[in-house]
């Protein structure tokens, strides 16, 4: 086992000035828009093995060191359905959340606001998603879940779920804002590489 000091970072979720972690838990490179496995529909999780729970502690680990809200494994470069949610920079004591092979079964109501995606950084657009969501799933220890959700969860778990059926929240625009997106992104990409 490896012990890991993590000095304090802006959005930290301790008041600590350092914390501690005795997991060997790893930050994982976090994919980017074009990457081919981020249009590509996920695979079922056939098996919630140590090899599993690794993973989801290093998305934990990944998506805290980088002050998300949620994460899906073919962010990190895992086609497998399986997603994390956790709310706790924004809503206090929001519980981590867990969905392995998650589907929505039900949706209510209309809203649009404002989204963005680790996977797509730097840029915010505002998106209509269902107000309400209620999903299920299989947590990390293999238990059937469900969940009803509304707000900041709903849209994330929908966020999150897209991105296991291979959609980023950018397919989501109209098609007139989605082309001016992709020519404004490709001009920063060309503009950092030739730095």
């Known amino acids: 086992?490896?012990?890991?000091?993590?000095?304090?970072?802006?959005?930290?979720?301790?008041?600590q000035e350092e914390m501690v972690y005795t997991m060997s838990m790893a930050v994982l490179e976090i994919r980017k828009y074009p990457e081919k496995i981020l249009k590509q529909k996920t695979a079922p999780v056939l098996t919630?093995?140590?090899?599993?729970q690794m993973l989801i502690d290093d998305m934990v680990e990944t998506m805290r060191s980088v002050c998300g809200v949620g994460l899906a494994a073919n962010?990190?470069?895992?086609?497998?359905?399986?997603?994390?949610i956790d709310l706790s920079l924004r809503e206090n004591k929001a519980p981590l959340i867990v969905l392995i092979?998650?589907?929505i079964?039900?949706?209510?109501?209309?809203?649009?606001?404002?989204?963005?995606c680790l996977s797509v950084p730097?840029?915010?657009?505002?998106?209509?998603r269902a107000e309400k969501v209620y999903v299920r799933g299989v947590n990390r220890e293999g238990k059937d879940v469900g969940i009803e959700a509304e707000g900041l969860l709903a849209r994330a778990i929908?966020?999150?779920l897209d991105h296991l059926d291979g959609l980023l929240f950018i397919d989501r625009?109209?098609?007139?804002?989605?082309?001016?997106?992709?020519?404004?992104y490709k001009k920063q990409l060309k503009e950092v590489k030739g730095k």
């Open 158 to 160: 929908q966020h999150e």
């Open 48 to 52: 919630i093995d140590g090899k599993t």
């Open 173 to 184: 625009m109209s098609p007139i804002k989605r082309e001016f997106f992709k020519r404004r």
């Open 122 to 128: 730097g840029y915010l657009t505002s998106i209509k």
């Open 1 to 15: 086992m490896r012990v890991i000091t993590v000095k304090k970072i802006q959005c930290s979720r301790t008041s």
């Open 105 to 116: 079964v039900e949706r209510e109501g209309i809203v649009e606001a404002d989204e963005g």
């Open 101 to 103: 092979n998650p589907v």
């Open 75 to 84: 962010q990190v470069g895992i086609s497998q359905k399986l997603c994390i």
